[in-house]
């Protein structure tokens, strides 16, 4: 069985500050870990995946995950947020990566000018 | 090619009536999903479709739950006799099955009000 678990429901940062969502995953199998954003009123996109290839995986819009086997865990960091960052962030998992996705229940990410 | 696109976005009905949301996958995407977001949770797999098969089913979806995709191309999702607890984003996404990783693209969803 795999599942994810996102800690933290709203995350807080000020404009220029790092941001760090968190995700922990359950998978039985090596998994396919993924990050998707979710802007108000819009459907979910991509922002970066990890397929067992390099364990630092760099996104879209300057973000980027680390996976740590040890650790279970696949956190999401940014160096500096923008107020365009400000969305509902949502960690996912899939067993193969060609079948459904499990997601996580999301942060939602405010930046304070 | 625009994306995928779901059609309408809100639907508002009464409990009891019947529901039908379609689905417009990307032009040559053979696999299409369909997931429910309820408010402050993450989205749910319900089913999905290669071509016109339907694969596999969650146990979310209920017999009032249905779910086809006749030529292989858009998908509809009935929801019959209506419930307050269908109130719910259903989203759809499509991607290209294939041996690796494909990325699943999701289209704007369809918000459901159950009044």
């Known amino acids: 069985a795999q599942s994810v678990t996102q800690l933290g429901s709203h995350v807080s940062v000020s404009e220029g500050a790092l941001v760090l969502l968190r995700c922990n995953y359950s998978s039985s199998v090596p998994p396919y870990l993924f990050w998707y954003v979710q802007y108000p009123n819009q459907g979910l996109q991509l922002l970066l995946k990890y397929t067992s290839a390099a364990t630092l995986v760099k996104g879209i819009n300057g973000f980027e995950a680390e996976f740590k086997k040890s650790e279970t865990s696949f956190h999401l960091t940014k160096p500096s947020a923008h107020m365009s960052d400000a969305a509902e962030y949502f960690c996912a998992v899939s067993q193969n990566g060609a079948n459904n996705l499990f997601f996580g229940t999301g942060t939602r990410l405010t930046v304070i000018p | 090619d625009t994306g995928v696109s779901q059609d309408p976005r809100h639907k508002i009905t009464k409990r009891g009536q019947n529901v039908t949301f379609r689905c417009d996958p990307i032009?040559?995407?053979?696999?299409l999903y369909w997931y429910r977001q309820t408010l402050g949770q993450g989205p749910e797999f319900l089913t999905y479709f290669q071509n016109e098969a339907q694969l596999e089913k969650s146990r979310l979806l209920s017999d009032r739950f249905s779910a086809e995709r006749p030529k292989g191309s858009f998908s509809t999702l009935e929801i019959q006799r209506t419930e307050q607890g269908d109130s719910a984003m259903y989203l759809c996404?499509?991607?290209?099955?294939?041996?690796?990783?494909?990325?699943?693209?999701f289209g704007p969803g369809t918000r459901l009000t159950v009044l």
């Open positions: 996404a499509s991607t290209i099955a294939g041996a690796t990783y494909n990325e699943q693209f």
């Open positions: 032009s040559e995407h053979n696999r």
